[in-house]
């Protein structure tokens, strides 16, 4: 692959069933210790993606390489340098968190006189030493998801694949998981592959994101460039007056671009303190009154809609719902 790249995908593509394209001819690199992140919604193909770079699953067409070696070809050289944190909790309950990740070691083929001292390592590194002896069915969301990782890093992978790493963890947990994707990126030099739908957690996170929807990547960048690239700030605002008045606000100095979706026009300005007082005024002469105006600069969430056509924020509320009652789902079938 070339030089600095550890993840390398060409044209990688995934049908079900022979008609169900989930992942459609994507092509991206990843290079060496940075957080690379697919950002984009449930369904978008992110976790088929990852199933196929971890060996899982065999692509439909396309190839690719993790750490140089073929996904398909050399499929078992790409599992002994990967770790992976699934969406979905893989740890068994009844045993404690200590002989959860000595059980990960044994998997791996790793000795016990070396798996013993990482187990204790790892402990340390995610703060869960003091429950170490404690069985998994009393551990919070967040003291679970720390040991999946713990798990994850056992066989010292040079690259972790991370699935939507804090999918249906309360704002706090979640912000605590961050800081120790962090700290991995620090302490091993690790390259990390995640998953989100959360903007926050790409912004926060990640050297670049791929923006992933509907099987194929749109757009590929740092957080910072790709809001750079949308240029200026937006102005939302509402008017009591139902025909469509883009075309006049289109008119007015520094507006660079008008949308309307449903009943409220996004406008892209330059400077918008300074244009949204223009815009107001111009309006007032037509007789237009502004009902509602606010300003933001350019967001992840205003790069995801201008790719994309739809806000990440409604769909984070609805992910979250289907989680939860999922959950609910799981623990009703347990107690039967």
Known sequence: GMAGNIIEAKGLTKVFNGYLTAVDHVTFQVKEGEIFGF???????????INMLITVLKPTEGTATVCGHDIVKEA???RRKIGVVPQEYTA???????ENIILCADL????REISKKRAEELLELVQLTKFKDKKVETYSGGMRRRLELACGLINRPKVLFLDEPTLGLDVQTRA???????LLKKEYGMTL???????????ALCDRIAIIDHGKILVTGSPNELKSKLGGDIITLQVNENRDISGFIEKIENVREVRRIKDEYRIKVKDGELTAPLIIEALRKEGIKVTRLS???PSLNEVYLEYTGRSMRDQEESVEEFRAHR????RARRRR
């Open 295 to 297: 300003l933001s600069k």
């Open 176 to 182: 605590n998981i961050w800081e120790y994707i962090k």
């Open 39 to 49: 950002l984009g919604p449930n369904g978008a193909g992110k976790t088929t993606t």
């Open 327 to 330: 959950i609910t789902l799981r």
């Open 92 to 98: 068994d309950e009844d045993l404690t968190g200590y």
């Open 193 to 203: 592959f995640m998953t989100t739908h959360y903007l926050e957690e790409a912004d």
């Open 76 to 78: 078992s050289m790409v």
């Open 108 to 111: 791996y083929g790793i000795p």
